[in-house]
Nanobody, 125 residues
Framework: QVQLVESGGGSVQTGGSLRLSCAAS?????????VGWFRQAPGREREGVAL???????RTAESVKGRFTISQDNAKNTLYLQMNNLKPEDTAMYYC??????????????????WGQGTQVTVSS
């Protein structure tokens, strides 16, 4: 089973930046995994933020395009989310997630199996 541990959340003012990290362990070395970032604000459904595949291709949600960047360090089994120009509507609990590769890794509708505990991001105006 894959274990995911997020870090890097916090409180910032509008326009600020944060970098989230997600340390992964327990990967099956015979499998390829899709990974990504999701978020959930109070009273709202969870939404996909950014995805990355094993070739480094990425997909970001329209709401964060141009402000958020997903990346990964395969040697460290760590996923990152650089968030710039943060807005109050970015306030949410942010989760990293993983699943074994089935279909496209850049598809937000695919079901993710393994989830971290989340890290809170709060943006004040």
């Amino acid at each position: 089973q894959v274990q995911l541990v997020e870090s890097g959340g916090g409180s910032v003012q509008t326009g600020g930046s944060l970098r989230l990290s997600c340390a992964a362990s327990g990967y099956n070395t015979d499998s390829t995994y899709c990974v990504g970032w999701f978020r959930q604000a109070p009273g709202r459904e969870r939404e996909g933020v950014a995805l990355i595949d094993n070739t480094g291709r990425t997909r970001t949600a329209e709401s964060v395009k141009g402000r958020f960047t997903i990346s990964q360090d395969n040697a460290k089994n760590t996923l990152y989310l650089q968030m710039n120009n943060l807005k109050p509507e970015d306030t949410a609990m942010y989760y990293c997630a993983a699943r074994r590769w089935v279909g496209s890794c850049l598809d937000f509708t695919q079901r993710y199996i393994d989830w971290g505990q989340g890290t809170q991001v709060t943006v004040s105006s």
